[in-house]
């Protein structure tokens, strides 16, 4: 898959609100494929690559459940998708349907009179009562049922006008937030399900109960080097983690880690929305190739190649790059990543090109390569 946009948050107005909602889409390319196509509904699809389960560098991007529940997950090659699920429709990535699809999405959460905070693809944020206040609920803040009430209005809202399902989590932060929608997609798969269950809420009054429990890897950013190292002293457990003292996080994780895993645990997070359309620090283009290269004009070529795909993208925009970056991965799965200033800022190749031909020889090329990706690092606008 290509990766072609990099997000970032930094620098962006931000407010704060009393109920933060998470809109996930469920899984999302293999939805938008069944809007075109509905003789895929309830049958397994396998959405990556170029759609040819025997390419073995390619992976799955998405699954519908029932693949889902043969075993084939995001990331498995694609040989192994079949193996596992020999049945199953493949097809491949259309990049530029599913931002298609997207956009009209998260255009209906904007119709909703709510900020949006667009997280990529298939999942945004929306604040609600900003200052506490918001004239849909009577100018005072909304009651857990009225926001309850409010989210299905806006999953009804999505699916009327994009045929796409969706979850919504809905709480007082976006860690949380995100967490209630897992239970969510978890509550839908059930055969009884009911539409409403498309909605939840996590928040002070069944957070120890159902997170409690829970390993520390469910926690939102807890990922497995931090869940190794704490279930390394015990800790395997939310409730556990709660009972660590903050000063000892600190100690073994720094102060920033450790603050942020007291308050984590505890149900804490960010309750801020950014106010203003994000702006892209830099675009990318990556790329996993049929067969290794082996020689370094092999790899100039290649890296040339992405540069001038990317150059394209930040032209279209009007924007004008200043670095460059140039990512290697290995046969082995060793990634390297080298950035380099341009001269000057431009969008000429006459400046990209010699950039990326550096920084392509200030790389040893000991093994054959599997992935590269070029970055041009843009100015602000």
């Known amino acids: 898959m290509e990766r072609v946009a990099e997000r970032t948050e930094r620098d962006r107005p931000s407010a704060r609100f009393r109920w ?19 003789d895929l509904i309830d049958i397994a699809v396998i959405v990556g690559g170029d759609g040819d389960p025997s390419h073995g560098r390619q992976v799955v991007t ?14 498995l090659p694609m ?47 929306l604040g609600i009562d900003g ?12 009651e857990r049922t009225e926001i309850v009430a409010l989210a299905d209005r806006i999953r009804r809202a999505v699916s009327d006008a994009t045929g796409l399902p969706c979850c919504l989590g809905v709480s007082d932060n976006k860690q949380r937030a995100k967490a209630a ?14 539409a409403e269950d498309r909605v939840f809420v996590l928040d002070d009054v069944n957070w120890a109960e159902l997170m409690g429990p829970r390993p520390c890897r469910d926690l939102w950013s807890v990922g ?3 869940a190794a190292k704490l279930a390394d002293r015990g800790i395997d457990t939310v409730d556990r983690l709660q009972g660590v003292a903050r000063d000892d996080l600190v ?60 150059r394209e993208q930040v032209m279209n925009e009007g924007r004008v790059p200043f670095r460059v970056g140039l990512t290697v991965r290995t046969s082995t799965f060793y990634t390297r990543t080298k950035m380099r200033k341009m001269a000057e ?31 041009l690092e843009l100015l602000d606008v």
């Open 251 to 310: 100690e073994w994780f720094g102060p920033s880690q450790g603050n942020w895993l007291y308050v984590l645990c505890r149900g804490g997070g960010d309750d801020a929305i950014a106010v203003e359309p994000w702006i892209a620090r830099s675009h990318s283009r990556s790329r996993t190739y049929p067969e290794d290269l082996t020689d370094r004009e092999q790899v100039r070529a290649a890296a040339t190649e992405l540069a001038r795909e990317v």
């Open 62 to 75: 998405c699954a519908s459940y029932e693949a889902r529940a043969a075993g084939v997950r995001a990331g």
């Open 20 to 38: 933060l909602l998470h809109i996930d889409l469920d899984q999302f390319q293999v939805s938008a494929e069944r809007l075109r196509r509905t």
């Open 345 to 375: 800022p431009s969008t000429e190749f006459a400046a990209i090109g010699p950039v990326v031909d550096g920084l392509v020889d200030a790389f040893d090329l000991d093994r054959p390569v599997r992935l590269l990706a070029v970055r």
């Open 79 to 125: 040989p192994a998708a079949k193996k596992k699920c020999p049945d199953a429709v493949f097809l491949p990535l259309d990049m530029d349907y599913y931002t298609q699809v997207s956009t009209r999405v998260m255009d209906v959460l904007r119709e909703q009179g709510y900020p949006v905070e667009v997280w990529g693809f298939d999942e945004a944020y």
């Open 131 to 142: 200052g506490g206040i918001d004239a849909s609920a009577g100018g005072r803040p909304h």
């Open 181 to 194: 929608a897992g239970f969510a997609k978890a509550a839908v798969r059930s055969p009884d399900a009911a």
């Open 224 to 226: 497995p080097k931090t």
